[in-house]
């Protein structure tokens, strides 16, 4: 048996086929290894969402390739490209594509009220015409990291924007300026539409102009859920008719923070910022230099917006030289308002039909040439809390309420300081008219001039002369 065993192992070919069984085996072990390996790395490889498992796409120094690798990204279900260092990105003229878009959720529902009661329509009809962009339109989840680069148009070119981000499109966009963008329509540089997606970081938008008679957003228009950081907004006009939000238009829902709105104007309201029928949250944001008739440095007409940690300052406008708000709900908190100036009323504030809460903030050195140099507020809820309203002044031949002006409505005031507010006729510091008025006894209304509250028409408690 032991010898069968022997010459049975012995077989030609039987040690060759036992070896290459071996070899099988090492080579699946080796396999399994590979595809062990293989997973790793693709676990550790950084991904960006959206873009699946491909890396970053550099493109040259050149718009005709920005634009190419823009139509790739779009095709391929997104994409994060890293422009050239510092390069400038010229378009001469606009992008030509087939656009499918047709008007978008916010257009379909529109049209819906406009069929259930006719000429009701919100916005005028979308022109596919006048809606142009110099690079593809995006419908993808796309990031674009500018490295210092700037995107402009020829200053000889035709009108159109940089971006146009559809229903379902993604754009992450950092550290690149826009330049000069020009739309006949609302978004000078960019444009989010209803259903769209858009975060903004360390960008630059620069001398950009929205030319449509009623929209805006001379740099941009979000009209989706929109978050800008860190960047800066200067030199930009919503030059329509009726142009609002010369530097930024919001009617989505914006998050901005930490960023610098300059020298913008808007020909209606919001001169840095305008919020209009939407929901916005400003933190930490400078409004310094912008102008327009209503809400200098920035403006909520039929809208929520929210502003904590913020400057408006050297702002003007002919009504809210800082900052309007129309049937709205502006809240107000760590604010400094000062040295904005109007020419109707509220050099620092103007309040029509709305809620404003102001907590530990300074509205200081504002000035008027009608009612309310520090605070104008009519048919308006108006709580002023923990907050100095100093060194105002109404200037106009007939102005009053240097310090805060109300006619109609409410005003409160808890532990406040209303001090050194001037104005031509009495009183410099409150006046009222068909006003209530709460001013609490940790309140102070001082040493404002020509008198404090006498001359108002409604009496006003805890406040002397």
């Known amino acids: 048996m032991a010898a069968a065993a022997d010459r049975a192992l012995a077989l030609p070919g039987l040690s060759r086929l036992s070896t290459a069984g071996s070899d099988d085996d090492r080579r699946a072990d080796d396999r399994s290894g590979e595809d062990r390996e293989r997973s790793d790395g693709e676990r550790d490889r950084p991904t960006t969402p959206g873009t699946g498992k491909r890396g970053v796409v550099s493109v040259p120094c050149d718009a005709a390739k920005l634009v190419a690798a823009l139509v790739t990204a779009n095709a391929e279900g997104g994409a994060e490209l890293r422009l050239a260092p510092k390069c400038r990105y010229v378009l001469t003229e606009a992008f030509h594509e087939t656009d499918q878009y047709d008007g978008g959720i916010r257009d379909a529902r529109e049209a819906a009220d406009a069929a259930e009661t006719p000429g009701d329509a919100e916005a005028p009809p979308h022109n596919p015409a006048d809606d142009t962009a110099g690079l593809p339109v995006i419908y993808q989840p796309i990031t674009i990291d500018g490295a210092g680069a700037t995107i ?14 559809r229903d379902g499109g993604e754009l992450t966009l950092r550290d690149v ?117 209503q809400g200098g440095g920035l403006a909520s007409f039929s809208a929520r917006t929210k502003v904590s940690d913020t400057e408006l300052l050297n702002n003007t406008a002919q009504v809210g030289g800082g900052a309007a708000n129309s049937d709205a709900v502006l809240v107000m908190r760590k604010m400094t308002i000062r040295g904005n100036t109007s020419t109707v009323n509220g050099g620092g504030i103007s309040t029509v039909k709305g809620l404003t809460p102001l907590d530990d903030s300074v509205v200081d050195g504002n000035t008027t040439h009608g009612l309310g140099a520090g605070i104008y507020a009519e048919k308006a809820n108006l709580l002023v809390r923990g907050s100095d309203v100093t060194r105002n002044e109404a200037v106009g031949a007939t102005s ?37 008025v709460k001013i609490d006894d940790e309140s102070v209304v001082v040493e404002n001039e020509p008198t404090n509250c006498e001359g108002s028409q409604v009496p006003i408690a805890h406040c002397f002369r």
Do not use: W
């Open 152 to 165: 402009a148009r020829d200053a000889q070119a035709a009108a159109f924007r940089f971006f146009t981000v």
């Open 177 to 293: 300026e826009l330049h000069n963008g020009r739309s006949a329509i609302e978004g000078g540089s960019v444009h989010v539409v209803h259903g769209a997606t858009a975060v903004v970081e360390r960008v630059t938008v620069s001398q950009s102009t929205s030319l449509s008679p009623e929209g805006g957003g001379g740099g941009i228009f979000n009209d989706g859920n929109m978050v800008v950081t860190d960047s800066t907004f200067i030199g930009n006009s919503a030059s329509g008719a009726a142009g609002k939000g010369g530097g930024l238009l919001n009617g989505g829902v914006l998050t901005l923070k930490r960023s610098e709105f300059h020298r913008n104007s808007a020909n209606a309201y919001g001169g840095g910022l305008g919020n209009y029928r939407g929901a916005a949250e400003v933190e930490s944001v400078s409004f310094t230099q912008n102008s327009a008739v």
């Open 400 to 436: 009053t309420g240097g310090g805060i002006y109300a006619t109609a409505g409410s005003v409160a005031i808890y532990t406040s300081k209303i001090t050194h507010n001037a104005s031509t006729l009495k009183p410099g510091g409150v006046f009222a008219s068909h006003a209530q």
